[in-house]
DNA sequence: GAATTATCAATAATTTTTTACTGATATCCT
DNA sequence: AGGATATCAGTAAAAAATTATTGATAATTC
């Protein structure tokens, strides 16, 4: 397998995305134009990310078994190995993330949720329990918790990130618009709402797309 | 002004909400290698960001005023001028934005939501009204809407965003992860959690970052 | 007030990412 | 069956983005 580059891990789930639908529809194979076309990337693009993850070779004229590149894909995003995650900070956003339907087709399971908020805490959000910031220490270890999904208000964000890092997690998703200091060895992934708005923004001012 | 590009542009608003926390701590000046550290971009790559936005030089072993700093970046990034925006699709994950908070902060204004289920039409969220999908095409002209926030089911996700298109609308933010095809001129920046969520299981597994 | 130092602007080099090109080949068509 | 064609793999070129380098200068120190 190529060397894979961050712009093309964010395409993979877009690829699998539509093959997967493709499939629903029954269609069997698939060439890099029509994915080109499907999804607005270009034919060279697609066909060197297929390349990159794919161990079998596409055919002239009849392109890729769907199936196939379907499998190959998940197994590269590692899809079906489960990631065991907790909500933290459980408002608007984070309830939104607990009951997010998708979630489970990447192997991403939400355990529980936590916040502060003593009228919130006991509760259940889609079936999942939320505790208090108090229980992090024995909850981490106690559920297998890998990742914290961060729902937090942004004030808190640091404070509360140091101590699911000091608890054992691995990974932060991090939903807060605040950068995270964290020690080396912690992954963090950010979601920036506004970064995000700042290029739709600009592709409307300057027509573009 | 300099050439602008894509990662760029998502970078101010992470230097915006970094400088304006610097501010509010009474700090007057900054330099690139302060934000460096604070943002963990590179002294170069800050150096170069700010350079290409704002009109003034920083100078030698001060840096930059924090105050102009900020009215650039706002500048630059549109802050004062309001975009007016409906939610489509009133799940979890639309309640959510319908409420999210600073919005506000870079021109946003959510002025309704949309959404087909008859139990929730009529209703308010947050304060603002939830139209039917069948007005559609009076309520974007009446509320003077730009933009659409797309948080529908995947499944009717293409529909619903050309009924917008053909009602007006000049952007969408699809959080849906579907690629929607639309015709020239209308722009669109997509929220993928499961693209975002690849990187971070990448860093994970790859124990980078 | 001269020397030192942190920072800057501008330009150059490097790295990363995307796009283009070339020859080969499996499928389709007559 | 044999030629036409769409697609592929592999390599090369181009474009985009980041990082390094250089000389200059404002603030600080002695």
New binding site residues.
């Given amino acids: 397998m190529r060397k894979v580059?961050?712009?093309?891990i964010e395409r993979y789930p877009i690829y699998l995305k539509c093959l997967l639908g493709m499939r629903e529809r029954g269609v069997r194979s698939v060439?890099?134009?029509?994915l080109s076309r499907e999804l607005s990337?270009?034919?060279?693009?697609v066909?060197?990310d297929?390349?990159a993850i794919t161990r079998c070779?596409?055919?002239?004229?009849?392109?890729?078994d769907i199936a196939e590149l379907i499998e190959d894909i998940k197994l590269f995003l590692n899809y079906s190995s489960l990631t065991k995650a907790a909500v933290v900070g459980v408002g608007h956003l984070g309830k939104a993330l607990m009951n997010y339907k998708g979630f489970d087709d990447f192997g991403l399971e939400i355990v529980c949720g936590f916040d502060n908020d003593p009228t919130l805490i006991g509760n259940k959000e889609n079936g999942k329990e939320i505790y208090s910031i108090y229980q992090i220490g024995s909850k981490v270890e106690e559920l297998g918790l890998e990742i914290v999904i961060l729902a937090t208000p942004s004030n808190v964000a640091q404070d509360i990130a140091e101590r699911f890092v000091n608890a054992g997690i691995k990974g932060i998703w991090n939903f807060v618009p605040t950068h995270l200091k964290v020690k080396e060895g912690i992954s963090i992934e950010n979601v920036n709402l506004a970064s995000s708005f700042a290029l739709l923004q600009h592709k409307l001012r300057n027509e573009v797309n």
Same sequence: chains 1, 2.
């Avoid at 060439?31 to 029509?34: E, K, N, R, T, Y």
């Avoid at 990337?41 to 693009?45: C, D, G, K, R, T």
């Fill in positions: 580059s961050p712009p093309q060439s890099a134009p029509i990337f270009s034919e060279e693009q066909r060197k297929l390349q070779n596409g055919k002239p004229k009849s392109g890729r």
